[in-house]
């Protein structure tokens, strides 16, 4: 560790928290609460600078301050031991903490005031996970800041902490609470003061320090789950959907064990089955509270479950469910005559959204809830057509940013950094492509301009991976994933997945470069291309059936996607799964496959394996009565946004919303929807910088007719068979019949 690092730390904490000291409790504990009293004299300003590690709550003279849920944001907090992890970890990585700022001064009174601070463990202090373990940055700690304008109130060792009702807090596995002589006047200046205890002073956290600007998790909504059985003196209740928050739990009695569980599923015979969130490893999120008949509604404070069911001991009753996550709006809409593509659209949106806390994009909201690269890269663009989450993304670019290794350009699997598996281009390639899709989409070039260098950097690395021009390892000891969760076992290599989507993260880096004016950097690329898609050809690439693998699980598509191959290998890829009608693909093959046919006027087959009625497809997660997308195309996590990577093609292509080349931002659109066989109408929006552009069509005998709506500032054209029209902003209203340009009207 160096001066500098340190001497920066301490810039960056007096910038935001002044003199104040970083306290935690004087035990290892999950939870505590801490209190301090202080003088106001109406100043009329009242501003406090406040983080608590894992989360925390604020409330002034017992009055909660802000709805914000789960907050601070997780994020790479600062150094700590790796060693516990699944596998090696060496890199040095950059770390920041978030801080929220919040005007206090309408809760406070003349004379004195009570700050109270309700502490737990979040992803911070995590010593109990499936999978990883151990992987703690250490005991629960605080620091905040109160500015008064005359004078300040600071954390230190005067304040007060003692254990509350919290008494084991854990994100993954649930809490225990006991509220048995609790003195829920903890937070005034009334407290009963017995047993109170001076907190201890900790150092200054090796880290950047930022105050918290994006979202936060909030109650979204309020949902009344259905009571469906009674057994084993335990009340089975549906919420009716899969969802993330906790059920809120009503009992009127003193001195009752009231134990809540959750789960995505159950068996036939309506017992919880908790196999996908962890349960074949011990994961259950489990609540238990101990009553005392004053408070009669009762929730966890730290941690949300990720379910649809859940059971509740039969001394309690539950009539509302609280949904939470990260607050992000929908902004989009999408339906057409195919359920099953109506479905996709509606359970991507809603796995998306569960799977949004902390501004992080996770894999599921229960097992892991973890941010892996390769998913969220995977799905960003449809997040961006679908929510509004420009800030949302701006937050997990500085993450993907803080995880990789300053020297090498490694890219961890998940940012922040958690643990878990995955591999080096499929996953560390979130580096090149969520900047360019934020710049694509909300046309930011500030991100390219940051991200670049760190894309060069990740490529150095990348090639110290390979070996005769093919991506064939990661870290020693580590994981290198390629295809994942295809239907069965995985026939492509590692090496073939990894370079050529490797080929395919240097072809959009290439652009960048030529944007931003880096020829140096853009002669640097495409070398590389053509040395990496040389020794892709040589190796995978059979001459005389003009195809590669033998066209298995989308092998062709991967290669056909980054200009390798032939017409012989598109139409060997048309041939394919017009026979099979079902995709063989996985997490990255779907959305390619699906790219490849839509781009190159396969349009109808793409359909037709979107709507398909095999095991391996969306219908068989809609007939089973799924709410939200799988892992895997028969089960696994019943909560994976991942295989709505192709979500964007709903819009691209059926709806035919799509930018003109290098245009961002949506400054210049066409609107091309394909003609799809079994596809008659369609209706839908998304929302750019300029407004909304929506488009919908029906078909009535031989005349298809458009009602297309354009925002202001944005350049339109409309292409569809042998038309072409320039559209006007706001409403364009068009009909296509027998092949007769009809104008618009």
Same mark, same amino acid.
Request: glycine share 10%.
């Given at each position: 560790?160096?001066?500098?690092?340190?001497? !920066? =730390?301490?810039?960056?904490?007096?910038? $935001?928290?002044?003199?104040?000291?970083?306290?935690? %409790?004087?035990?290892?504990?999950?939870?505590? $609460?801490?209190?301090?009293?202080?003088?106001?004299? *109406?100043?009329?300003?009242?501003?406090?600078?406040?983080?608590?590690?894992?989360?925390?709550?604020?409330?002034? +003279?017992?009055?909660?301050?802000?709805? =914000?849920?789960?907050?601070?944001?997780?994020?790479?907090?600062? %150094?700590?031991?790796?060693?516990?992890?699944?596998? %090696?970890?060496?890199?040095?990585?950059?770390?920041?903490?978030?801080?929220?700022? /919040?005007? $206090?001064?309408? /809760?406070?009174?003349?004379?004195?005031? #009570?700050?109270?601070?309700?502490?737990?463990?979040?992803?911070?202090?995590?010593?109990?996970?499936? @999978?990883?373990?151990?992987?703690?940055? @250490?005991? $629960?700690?605080?620091?905040?800041?109160?500015?008064? !304008? /005359?004078?300040?109130?600071?954390?230190?060792?005067?304040?007060?902490?003692?254990?509350?009702?919290?008494?084991?807090? +854990?994100?993954?596995? @649930?809490?225990?609470?006991?509220?048995?002589?609790?003195?829920?006047?903890? +937070?005034?200046?009334?407290?009963?003061?017995? *047993?109170? &205890?001076?907190?201890?002073? &900790?150092?200054?956290?090796?880290?950047?320090?930022?105050?918290?600007?994006?979202?936060?998790?909030?109650i979204i909504k309020k949902i009344k789950p259905k009571l469906i059985d009674r057994k084993d003196g335990c009340l089975l209740y549906d919420a009716g959907i899969n969802i993330t928050g906790y059920p809120i739990i009503e009992c009127k009695e003193k001195n009752q064990t009231v134990i809540v569980e959750c789960s995505e599923r159950i068996d036939k015979d309506k017992n919880l089955d908790f196999t996908s969130i962890g349960g074949y490893k011990g994961q259950k999120g489990t609540m238990k509270y101990i009553t005392d008949g004053i408070l009669n509604q009762y929730h966890p404070i730290f941690t949300w479950q990720g379910f649809r069911y859940f059971t509740v001991t039969d001394n309690a009753k539950c009539d509302i469910c609280h949904v939470v996550h990260t607050d992000a709006a929908v902004t989009s809409s999408f339906s057409c005559n195919s359920r099953i593509l109506n479905w996709y659209y509606k359970a991507y949106v809603q796995s998306q959204l569960t799977n949004l806390h902390g501004c992080v994009p996770s894999d599921c909201p229960h097992r892991e809830r973890l941010g892996y690269t390769g998913d969220g890269q995977l799905c960003c663009k449809s997040a961006m057509y679908c929510l509004d989450v420009k800030n949302i993304y701006k937050k997990w670019l500085d993450d993907i940013s803080d995880c990789q290794d300053i020297e090498s350009g490694h890219?961890?699997?998940?940012? %922040?950094?958690? *643990?878990?598996?995955?591999?080096?281009? @499929?996953?560390?390639?979130?580096?090149?492509?969520?900047?360019?899709?934020?710049?694509?989409?909300?046309?930011?070039?500030?991100?390219?301009?940051?991200?670049?260098?760190?894309?060069?950097?990740?490529?150095?690395?990348?090639?110290?991976? #390979?070996?005769?021009?093919?991506?064939?390892?990661?870290?020693?000891?580590?994981?290198?994933?390629?295809?994942? &969760?295809?239907p069965g076992p995985t026939y492509i290599p590692e090496s073939f997945v990894n370079t050529a989507i490797y080929i395919k993260l240097l072809m959009i880096a290439k652009d960048i470069a030529v944007l931003l004016k880096k020829q140096t950097e853009s002669s640097y690329i495409q070398n590389l291309i053509d040395s990496h898609s040389k020794a892709f050809v040589n190796a995978y690439m059979s001459n005389l059936e003009h195809c590669f693998i033998f066209g298995t699980q989308g092998a062709d598509a991967f290669a056909y996607d980054v200009g390798l191959g032939n017409n012989k290998t598109l139409e060997g890829i048309k041939r394919r799964y017009e026979s099979l009608l079902t995709y063989d693909t996985g997490i990255f093959g779907t959305y390619i496959l699906n790219r490849v046919l839509f781009e190159n006027g396969l349009s109808d087959l793409a359909f037709s394996l979107l709507t398909n009625k095999k095991t391996s497809s969306f219908y068989n997660m809609m007939k089973s009565g799924a709410t939200t997308l799988w892992e895997r195309w028969d089960g696994d996590s019943n909560n994976h946004p991942m295989f709505g990577s192709s979500v964007r093609f709903l819009f691209e292509y059926i709806l035919g919303i799509r930018q003109t080349k290098d245009s961002s931002g949506f400054d210049s659109i066409i609107i091309a929807p394909q003609k799809i066989e079994g596809l008659y109408k369609a209706k839908g929006h998304i929302t750019c910088r300029y407004g909304k552009i929506s488009v919908s069509y029906d078909t009535i005998e031989q005349s298809r007719d458009f009602v297309i709506e354009v925002p202001n500032d944005v350049m339109a054209l409309f292409k569809y068979e042998n038309y072409e029209i320039l559209l006007k902003c706001g409403k364009n209203t068009i009909s296509c019949k027998g092949g007769t340009n009809a104008g618009y009207y």
């Open positions: 560790m160096s001066f500098h690092f340190v001497f !920066g =730390d301490i810039m960056y904490h007096k910038t $935001i928290f002044k003199d104040a000291q970083w306290i935690m %409790p004087s035990m290892d504990t999950d939870s505590a $609460i801490f209190r301090k009293k202080f003088t106001y004299e *109406g100043s009329g300003k009242a501003m406090i600078n406040i983080t608590g590690l894992g989360y925390f709550l604020l409330y002034i +003279n017992g009055k909660k301050v802000s709805d =914000d849920l789960f907050t601070p944001a997780y994020s790479d907090y600062h %150094p700590r031991d790796t060693s516990k992890f699944r596998y %090696p970890i060496y890199d040095t990585m950059n770390h920041r903490i978030y801080c929220l700022r /919040y005007d $206090i001064a309408k /809760y406070l009174d003349i004379g004195e005031n #009570c700050i109270g601070i309700m502490l737990g463990s979040g992803f911070y202090n995590q010593t109990k996970r499936m @999978g990883e373990g151990n992987v703690t940055y @250490g005991r $629960i700690k605080l620091c905040f800041w109160i500015d008064l !304008g /005359y004078n300040q109130v600071i954390s230190d060792q005067s304040v007060l902490f003692k254990q509350g009702f919290i008494k084991t807090s +854990n994100l993954f596995f @649930g809490e225990e609470h006991d509220y048995t002589d609790f003195d829920y006047k903890w +937070n005034t200046i009334s407290a009963n003061m017995d *047993g109170w &205890c001076n907190s201890i002073i &900790c150092p200054v956290p090796q880290s950047s320090f930022h105050i918290q600007t994006f979202n936060s998790d909030r890219i961890q699997h998940t940012a %922040p950094f958690n *643990g878990g598996g995955g591999g080096p281009a @499929g996953w560390g390639g979130a580096i090149v492509i969520v900047p360019y899709e934020y710049y694509m989409h909300y046309s930011d070039l500030s991100v390219l301009i940051k991200f670049f260098p760190k894309m060069i950097l990740y490529f150095s690395y990348m090639e110290s991976r #390979c070996e005769n021009g093919l991506v064939v390892r990661e870290e020693e000891k580590g994981w290198c994933l390629g295809e994942w &969760c295809t």
